[in-house]
């Protein structure tokens, strides 16, 4: 699937995906991680990349990625059958170097999207937090612990990411790692080394600080916001149009531990926009957006309501990642394997959302409309070897134009309740760690008996 077209790049014809793709070649990866062994092994440093970037992708099986391996030749036939050889290679991986091929195909696939559209004719990049399960283990409850209502040895450690997306094409420019929550504006912070001057930063009202926008605002990073427990209307000083003012914010006595009052201005100027969201059935709620773009004439008022209403793209991103390809729940046993194992992801994601924006391109279609589940599926099946008579060039065209057909149906203000269907098992909960919880069944099963 994914490993397929990193394996045939130099067969690419088109230019998009070749300049993209071309970055997870075995020439790319070679040069990234120049330092993996200083022998020959059996599971090299390329034929352990396809086989783990296949693994994450597919939601498989560590027996099952090395079976896929053997199937396809990555390593020798006659090479085991079992995990652990395979399991210590992945082992190998530097994490700095499967982060800086990740993140590059996602820089390359927005460098590539923004020649087709440049939306309001500057870089737009959202950043968004979440949390995923990892696996029960001690070296994942020391790096990233449960939560501290939970009883210990009954729950799972969560690790907290902030991810930061291009808008244009969807790819994951950076993401942080942080433990326990409360923590998405330190790992936002960290974030900026990504940010450039002439970026507009699109958030939620949880990254919208006076500090921080005020210190974007001096490195040339414009921000649009969402409006928290601030007033809309303290501080106004011009009006620009209807529900659109200029407002002067005050410096706060205590911006933050993380950088001192000095540092900031004394005022921020701002401009507030206001709207209001109807539901049929429900009151009408009012939505305020805070923003440094003060100019009303090149930003007018509804560019900035369409800008913000496309925050949720975020949303929607995160749960191809967690749901679709199935990272909600991380399986590696130390914290460091789980950070590798979401930076394959990561990879996989990106990839897939380069596949889709050449299938659009392709197709004269907005990227909005190629399904990203579809777009997995369907590369899982073309993943296998070309039939008789079709080379990869063909085979290629002919994934691009099946992704381009399944398209998905306008629908505007969509909104699915989030509920399930199906009814829980009928088994008791773990309210204590698994051996006491045994010993506690196997006492009252003898008592009973």
């Known amino acids: 699937m994914i490993s397929w077209i990193a394996e045939k790049v130099g067969d690419f014809k088109g230019r998009f995906a070749q300049e993209v793709v071309q970055q997870v070649s075995e020439e790319a990866v070679r040069r990234t991680l120049p330092g993996f062994t200083k022998r020959k092994r059996l599971w090299d440093v390329w034929s352990v990349m396809r086989t783990f970037l296949c693994q994450v992708a ?14 396809q030749e990555w390593v020798r036939k006659d090479a085991s059958v079992l995990t652990p050889a395979y399991c210590k290679a992945r082992g190998r991986l530097p994490e700095k170097g499967l982060r800086q091929l990740a993140l590059s195909v996602g820089v390359g696939l927005e460098e590539e999207a923004a020649r087709a559209e440049c939306w309001p004719h500057r870089p737009v990049k959202v950043v968004d937090g979440t949390g995923v399960r990892l696996a029960d283990t001690a070296s994942n409850q020391a790096a990233y612990p449960q939560g501290s209502h939970q009883k210990p040895g009954c729950s799972f450690p969560v690790m907290y990411v902030c991810a930061l997306m291009g808008l244009t094409g969807g790819g994951i420019l950076d993401a942080e790692f942080g433990a326990g929550p409360g923590r998405d504006r330190l790992m936002f912070r960290k974030l900026w080394r990504s940010l450039e001057e002439g970026d507009i930063v699109l958030t939620d009202a949880g990254f919208g600080s006076y500090a921080e926008i005020a210190a974007l605002r001096e490195r040339g990073v414009d921000s649009l916001v969402r409006l928290g427990k601030r007033k809309a209307r303290a501080g106004r000083v011009l009006e620009l149009g209807d529900d659109d003012w200029i407002v002067e914010w005050e410096r706060p006595k205590k911006p933050g531990e993380w950088i001192e009052a000095d540092r900031l201005p004394e005022k921020l100027r701002m401009r507030v926009v206001e709207f209001g969201v109807e539901r049929p059935g429900l009151r009408t709620r009012k939505v305020a957006l805070a923003t440094t773009l003060l100019d009303a004439d090149l930003y007018p008022k509804r560019m900035l309501m369409a800008l913000y209403r496309r925050r949720w793209e975020m949303e929607l991103r995160l749960r191809d990642i967690k749901t679709t390809m199935g990272l909600e729940g991380l ?31 392709r197709a004269r279609l907005s990227l909005a409309r190629i399904s990203f589940a579809g777009t997995l599926q369907r590369l899982r099946a073309f993943g296998q070897a070309p039939a008789d008579g079709f080379s990869f060039r063909a085979t290629y065209r002919l994934l691009l134009d099946h992704v381009a057909r399944d398209r998905l149906p306008k629908r505007p203000n969509r909104r699915e309740p989030r509920a399930v269907k199906g009814r829980p098992k009928n088994y008791q909960r773990l309210t204590a760690p698994r051996h006491e919880f045994q010993e506690v069944l196997h006492r009252n099963h003898y008592k009973a008996a």
């Open 58 to 71: 597919g939601g498989s099986s560590c027996r099952e990625a090395v079976a896929l391996a053997i199937a």
């Open 331 to 361: 399986h590696c046993k130390s914290a460091e394997g789980c950070r590798k194992e979401f930076w394959m992801g990561l990879m996989a994601y990106n990839l897939i959302r380069t596949v889709m924006a050449d299938a659009a391109r």
